[in-house]
């Protein structure tokens, strides 16, 4: 078994809201069983609760909790239910009674196991709990390998809005064991993708090239192009979190096609789509959007679009409510001083931040993507 790892450092250093941070975001294939001697030497306390939720239980909480146990560590495990709909702050009331019985205090760690959604609300709990404790990321689905795990935010939903409550906190260490993709369904892979594909519209063309170049081998069930991908990711992801952890200004750039994608989730009850099929809309909207608004030449935009439409997101329930989506948008953090910003392309490779583009855009833009074909690209 191969059991080397790379190491990623992240380095935050210290701004006018937050102090220094450093960390490692360790990533290998097989690497599981190995989280004992790390959790060590990066001085997790011995109680440790291990958050998952009841699919990735089964499949690998129980074996993360067996090599905890066997380095000395003593492991509880806590299950939240699957699903969007449960990232929220009830959700967080039954994880803190739950560590309130365990016994836990502030000399107890959270390991998140899991997706994007334990990891965002795992890490929530560990900033709140007795005024925050120490936190290890350990992602198992491809986006939160390539996004959620890496950068510190962390949060739960309201019914109106998306992580509406959160906060900025930085994990101990990232464990990515790139094996746990060979178990992700594939609609979850494509998710992945999206943020993947992200990244290569904002920051990378040379990405955005190989993704074109090799979506199909992406879109088959053999995943091992992806350790290479991920940790490009975790790479461009980590020098913009670097140089904005606060989301100030710069960091907005990851918020490309999430306007919408975030509007799509909460208008559809944070149930039909996952987050990466809506921002995958969301991308493709704002991608027609940066066209008409940032001069984005079309062969750049259908560039973005053709990778997008391989990702197929499931349709949306018909006709598309393009007011509702709008009014939705409002509810959104990214309204400042009741202005509706957005995170747009000029260009691949080269995003831009804080875009007002017009209502009547938006809505053009809204509406032509939601009347194309389902395999049309719209450039
Ligand atoms: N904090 C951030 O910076 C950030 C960035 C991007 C997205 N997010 C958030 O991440 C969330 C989405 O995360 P996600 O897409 O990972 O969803 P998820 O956590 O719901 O995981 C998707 C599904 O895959 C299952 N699963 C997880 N790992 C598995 C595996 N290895 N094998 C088989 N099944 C597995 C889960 O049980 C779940 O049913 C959203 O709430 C989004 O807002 C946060
Ligand atoms: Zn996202």
Do not use: W
Not at 156 to 183: E, H, S
Not at 213 to 237: G, H, Q, Y
Not at 355 to 376: A, I, L, N
């Amino acid at each position: 078994m191969d059991r080397t790892f790379s190491k990623l450092t992240v380095e935050i250093p210290a701004g006018p809201e937050n102090s220094s941070h450093t960390y490692p975001i360790f990533t290998g294939q097989d690497i599981l069983s190995t989280i004992g001697p790390v959790a060590s030497e990066y001085h997790i306390p011995e109680h440790v609760i291990i958050i998952t939720d009841a699919t990735v239980e089964k499949l690998y909480a129980s074996h993360v909790q067996a090599a905890l146990l066997n380095y000395g560590f003593r492991p509880d495990i806590i299950t939240i239910p699957s699903g969007e709909a449960n990232k929220t702050p009830e959700t967080v009331r039954f994880v803190y009674d739950k560590m309130h019985q365990l016994g836990c205090g502030r000399d107890t760690a959270l390991v998140a196991v899991g997706g994007g959604i334990v990891g965002d609300l795992a890490g929530y709990v560990a900033a709140t709990y007795r005024r925050g404790i120490p936190f290890i990321q350990v992602p198992t689905t491809l986006l939160a390998q390539v996004d959620s795990s890496v950068g510190g935010k962390v949060g739960v939903n309201l019914p109106y809005g998306k992580n509406l409550i959160g906060a900025f906190y930085q994990p101990r260490f990232v464990f990515i064991d790139t094996k746990t993709l060979t178990t992700l369904p594939a609609r979850e892979l494509k998710s992945g993708l999206a943020e993947v594909v992200k990244y290569g519209a904002i920051l990378d063309r040379e990405l955005l090239s190989l993704l074109t170049n090799t979506i199909d081998d992406l879109l088959k069930p053999d995943v091992s192009r992806f350790p290479e991908i991920i940790e490009r990711c975790c790479a461009l992801k980590s020098s913009v979190v670097e140089k904005d952890e606060r989301e100030s200004g710069y960091r907005e750039i990851l918020n490309f096609g999430h306007t919408i994608g975030h509007a799509i989730e909460a208008c559809t009850n944070y149930s039909l789509l996952t987050h990466g099929e809506a921002i995958t809309y969301g991308m493709m909207v704002e991608t027609h959007l940066s066209v008409n608004h940032c001069g984005l030449p079309a062969d750049d935009a259908r560039a973005v679009c053709s990778l997008l439409l391989r990702l197929s997101p499931p349709p949306l329930p018909e006709p598309v409510d393009v007011d509702q989506l709008y009014q939705t948008m409002y509810s959104d953090k990214k309204v400042r001083a009741g202005v509706l910003r957005f995170s747009l392309i000029n260009k691949v490779g080269d995003a831009t931040f804080g875009e007002t583009p017009d209502e009547h855009y938006v809505k053009q833009s809204m509406r032509k993507v939601f009347t194309t074909g389902e395999d049309e690209c719209v450039y």
